[in-house]
């Protein structure tokens, strides 16, 4: 058959039919189906607290996130004795880590939600005092938030602010380079802007700057979406490999994914890279990803006596796997699990600007 070719990240799929195909990957062990829910009983996040601490072993780069969220899931399932001695574990053990700043945001979050106040306003005031980076004091406004301390949020907020204010000085230059903390420091001052507004305060410069930037980008969405309505294509599947599955595929089937690949542990951040692409390309395209099922896409392969490395056989195993019920909306809300199968919140997994 002909493809328009449009080759993804790892230079795998095409067009087919007008759906743009985009990469394989694996499910992982639970349903893709109740990850994608977004209400959760406790057991559910007992369940999520057991699997981050799984990914925290199995994803050694990324651990200090990964028990932050195993503690997060703990206090969610109201065990908050194993919250904070999780917290505890990753503040003794990973003091080197640029990322345990954010635990003790998160103890201070445990603290309140099991209705120790006085003791989170005490690690408030220590951490306040302790000069704390921008990214722990956007993390502390937004749980305050949460938490519905507009006034104490607002000052958290900012302090983030101002923190990046004062690292101005080659900041283009390093955004540049980085782009990561700029998203952050776009992120805590919009965080503002929405505590400014929900306190009922009228809109600063800087307010309206945001607004401003937001209008600006909408508007450039729009062009962008007008210009490729005429052609584009109404809904973009893509095919992925989920976390569980990735090093699998990787040994059964190199030509599909090298093993460099798994390595560099790019795998998902480039997807998630495309996804935003595609989805920034054509604003009013709807992106669906499916997990692909290794042992599924073996028996349909054996069954048609075609090649893994078939493009056509690869989109009849996606159109399976949408006819059962697996294919996921993207993005997912940023509170809710994560696609890749990680088991984390998607603005703390692959969501996470900084990470991309
Ligand atoms: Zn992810």
New binding site residues.
Partial sequence: MAHDKTTDALGTPADHDGQKEMAASEPAGGSVRDRASGTHSPHDWDERARQCERDATMYPDEVVEALIDAAEAWKNAGNFTRAEATIRRVLAEHSGDDAVELAWPMLIEVWLAAGKDEQARDELARLSASRPSVAASTFTAELLEAHGDYETALEWAERAVIGWAGSMAGAVERMSRDPGPFAVMMSGVGIRAGLRASLGYEPDELDRLTSRARDAFAQQLDALAASHARSGPKEVRGLFWPRGALEEVARRWPTLVPAEVVESGRY?TDLEAQYTAVAAEARTTRVTIVPADPDALAALALEEKLPVEDNDLRWRHREAQRARKLAISWPPPRNGP???G?A?KYKK??GNPAIR
């Fill in positions: 998902w994560c696609w890749c990680s984390r997994c692959c």
